[in-house]
């Protein structure tokens, strides 16, 4: 399936990133299956969401100015957050991808968002417990997200915002507005 996609992802991707690629996939088929969403655009959206990780500063600027993408100041000095951006481009300038769910998927796989739809949820989830994973607290996450994709969600942003705090690094808008809707979405309120 997608053979075309997969020789576009191989020849973009070094081949870890290619396997995470394929796992992440995988993995998203298999949320979406859980929650009755439609699992091949899960499992596309999982196949195309690191599509632009491995290019160069070059690559990323020139689709930026190419489709008018204006970076915040926050972006500017992330690197890491630039390929969420320019990956969802990519796919719908270059792969023709017209589904705006996949192509919102793509856009916030990195920092997340409030109001996620449910196929964005999916991939955030599964790009943190595919089975390619392997940091300190994936066995968490993985029992987590097969009991709550609630409770996950807070799991990985709290995650993510400790780990990137540790290390003296911004924290998107998107990522500390999606933990405070998370949170207030868990019962029991303090
Ligand atoms: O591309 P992957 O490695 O599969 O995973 P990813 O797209 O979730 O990227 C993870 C990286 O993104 C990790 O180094 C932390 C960084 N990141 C995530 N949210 C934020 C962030 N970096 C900054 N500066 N701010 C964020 O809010
Ligand atoms: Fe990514
Ligand atoms: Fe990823």
């Known amino acids: 399936m997608y053979d075309n996609f997969k020789q576009i992802l191989k020849s973009r991707l070094d ?41 160069k500063e070059q690559e990323h600027l020139k689709i930026f ?21 320019s990956g969802a481009a990519y796919v719908e300038h270059f792969l023709g991808i017209e589904d705006s769910e996949i192509l919102d998927a793509i856009r916030y796989h990195t920092t997340a968002k409030p109001n996620m739809s449910p196929l964005c949820l999916v991939l955030y ?43 003296k690094r911004a924290i998107h808008f998107d990522t500390l507005a999606a933990f405070n809707e998370a949170v207030s979405n868990l019962e029991g309120k303090n």
């Open 15 to 55: 081949e870890k990133r290619y396997y995470h690629s394929l796992c992440v996939a995988d993995e998203a088929k298999r949320l979406a299956q859980k929650i009755g969403i439609d699992s091949e655009k899960a499992y596309l959206a999982g196949l195309l969401h690191d599509i632009t990780k491995n290019a």
């Open 65 to 85: 100015s190419q489709f008018g993408i204006i970076l915040n100041d926050i972006e500017k000095n992330a690197l890491k957050l630039w390929h969420a951006i």
């Open 125 to 167: 989830l599964a790009d943190f417990t595919s089975s390619d994973r392997d940091y300190p607290d994936v066995d968490v996450m993985r029992k987590l997200v097969d009991v709550s994709f609630s409770e996950a969600l807070v799991y990985a942003l709290q995650y993510t915002i400790k780990d990137l705090a540790d290390q």
